[in-house]
């Protein structure tokens, strides 16, 4: 019986040893989780920040491109209203340089008309 007795008290021990290997483990894990889990918070924290500042961002961006829009469809604008006035200087010039040329004409044509009164 002594050993039944013998045996028994190693298979305790054996497994008492065992179940704090066990233990031991677990602890090991659990600190490995807990240390998982700070990181993954860290991040969410990290993300909701980069989600927020992107939101952030885009509206900026968003209110910056309607600005230069408008500014592109401004100087189109300006642009367009700018070549309608050099083609009415062009045309006031051209009218004005052939009224010039007819009125010189017809004062050239006064002058002699004038001479010939004289002879």
């Given at each position: ?11 305790n ?47 900026s ?10 500014y592109d ?9 700018y ?36 002879q």
């Amino acid at each position: 019986m002594s050993q039944h007795g013998a045996a028994l008290q190693t298979y305790n021990q054996e497994l008492v040893k065992c179940l704090e290997e066990m233990k031991l483990r677990r602890t090991e894990l659990q600190e490995q989780i807990d240390s998982q889990e700070e990181e993954k918070n860290n991040l969410q924290r990290e993300i909701e920040k980069m989600s927020c500042k992107l939101t952030r961002l885009n509206d900026s961006l968003a209110k910056r491109i309607a600005v230069r829009n408008e500014y592109d469809r401004t100087i189109a604008d300006t642009e367009t209203a700018y070549m309608k006035i050099l083609e009415s200087s062009q045309l006031l010039l051209n009218m004005i340089k052939r009224e010039a040329t007819s009125l010189d004409q017809t004062l050239v044509k006064t002058n002699m008309d004038k001479q010939q009164f004289r002879q």
